[in-house]
């Protein structure tokens, strides 16, 4: 299948608005209430963007926004702010999910209204302008708006016969933007964890590990967050892990504290690739650089990357959710906890434990899913890929802080969750 094959979906209460021609597929969208948006009160651009057509000084700041796409520009601010904020692996995903869908429906949205490119460009760049500004409230919001802005006055600078339907697109962007917004105000992940509801009175349950020996674990609601594709968290799940304490268990444990023993400087060096913990781009970041430059490689139009990505980080983000439910579940222990007290008391693991249960390994999960997509869009590159998906997930053996089956059965969840994402968009 090649990417522009992909289609999204429209989710079945509103499917009432689905229009169908006998020639032209309708478009679909990750928000459904795109179809109901109106741009046609933008009748002017926001600012006299035509007066930059002609001033001198114009030649480096519409290169600087035309010279490559807004997946490009957007992406990488995302990646820049998420390192900058120390952002966690889980809200990082759900910041790229939201920013990637915000862009993939303004831009669609102006698509399937009959605007041209700029105007489709520019309702990304709006989109995505307004999205960041909502995930980083700590930047300047003016900043935000700028950037915005002089995207617009690149557009229109470079092709001013287009100024009204940019317009439009802007309008377009903002309309799908307050839309994304209000999904992440209502997708659960503002809700406050009553660590009362922990559960208590068995034996071997996950607790803090060095050296942050943190008190309450990361995360415990995000296996009930508002998934994209899936029903919930718990529609795919993995198997139920060994039992604590069980034969199966403790061989386990064992095969990571001699890995650790013996780590090779290739094992130390998948480990320190993939560790990418919180001030970082993160693995769901990461794996959005590898679908960009995949992308690159492969020459893929503009429209191409906002399904691209858009459904990348959807699966990524459903795969998370599920992965976090799986996790809260069991609440596995750390292989240091069950190392230290049952094998060897001065293990430390090679990398920092996450503050979290063990099963399942969430970079396997998150890997698994990605792998998925992107061999979907680039078949050619699959060996390629799923190497990339196998590393992340041993890289957790080596850096001492999942067990094997952590790795293999969140590598497994995965894939499961990526080819259902991507069933559900044909």
Not at 32 to 60: G, M, N, R, Y
Not at 169 to 198: C, F, H, K, P, Q
Not at 202 to 221: F, I
Request: aromatic share 8%; proline share 7%; charged share 20%.
């Amino acid at each position: 299948m090649t990417p522009t094959t992909i289609q999204h979906p429209i989710l079945a209460l509103f499917l009432f608005f689905q229009a169908v021609s006998s020639s032209t597929a309708a478009i679909a969208y990750w928000l459904p209430e795109v179809q109901k948006l109106d741009p046609k009160f933008a009748s002017v651009p926001s600012i006299q963007l035509e007066e930059a057509a002609v001033h001198p000084a114009a030649t480096t700041w519409e290169t600087h926004w035309t010279g490559q796409s807004a997946t490009e520009r957007w992406n990488g601010e995302a990646s820049r702010l998420i390192v900058k904020y120390r952002v966690n692996p889980l809200r990082s995903v759900r910041i790229l999910a939201l920013l990637h869908v915000a862009m993939h429906d303004a831009g669609s949205r102006a698509a399937e209204l009959g605007l041209k490119q700029p105007a489709q460009s520019a309702a990304t760049h709006v989109a995505a302008s307004k999205m960041l500004a909502h995930f980083f409230p700590l930047e300047s919001p003016e900043r935000f708006e700028a950037m915005g802005e002089s995207a617009l006055a690149a557009l229109t600078a470079t092709q001013a016969e287009h100024a009204h339907d940019i317009a439009q697109g802007a309008s377009i962007g903002r309309g799908v933007a307050r839309l994304a917004m209000l999904r992440a105000l209502n997708d659960g992940a503002d809700e406050v964890w009553d660590a009362r509801t922990r559960p208590s009175g068995k034996p071997d349950l996950w607790r803090g590990t060095p050296p942050l020996d943190s008190a309450h674990p990361q995360e415990p609601l995000a296996g009930a967050w508002q998934t994209w594709a899936l029903k919930n968290g718990s529609e795919i799940h993995p198997p139920t892990p060994p039992t604590p304490g069980s034969d199966a268990f403790l061989l386990a444990a064992k095969e990571v504290l001699e890995v650790n023993r013996h780590l090779t400087a290739e094992q130390k060096r998948i480990a320190e690739y993939w560790h990418l913990d919180q001030g970082t781009v993160t693995p769901p970041g990461l794996w959005n650089q590898k679908a960009r430059e995949l992308a690159d490689r492969h020459k893929l139009s503009e429209k191409e990357r906002l399904r691209l990505l858009s459904t990348l980080n959807v699966a990524m983000m459903d795969a998370s959710i599920a992965c976090w439910h799986a996790k809260y579940t069991w609440w596995v222990q750390r292989p240091v906890t069950v190392i230290q007290e049952r094998l060897d008391k001065t293990f430390m693991p090679y990398l920092v434990t996450p503050p979290h249960p063990s099963y399942v390994s969430g970079h396997a999960t998150v890997s698994g899913a990605a792998a998925e997509i992107l061999k979907r869009f680039f078949p050619e590159d699959a060996r390629q890929i799923d190497g990339w998906a196998e590393d992340a997930a041993l890289s957790r053996l080596y850096g001492g802080i999942h067990y094997r089956f952590d790795n293999e059965a969140g590598l497994t969840l995965g894939r499961r969750i990526g080819k259902t994402v991507l069933e559900r968009l044909q």
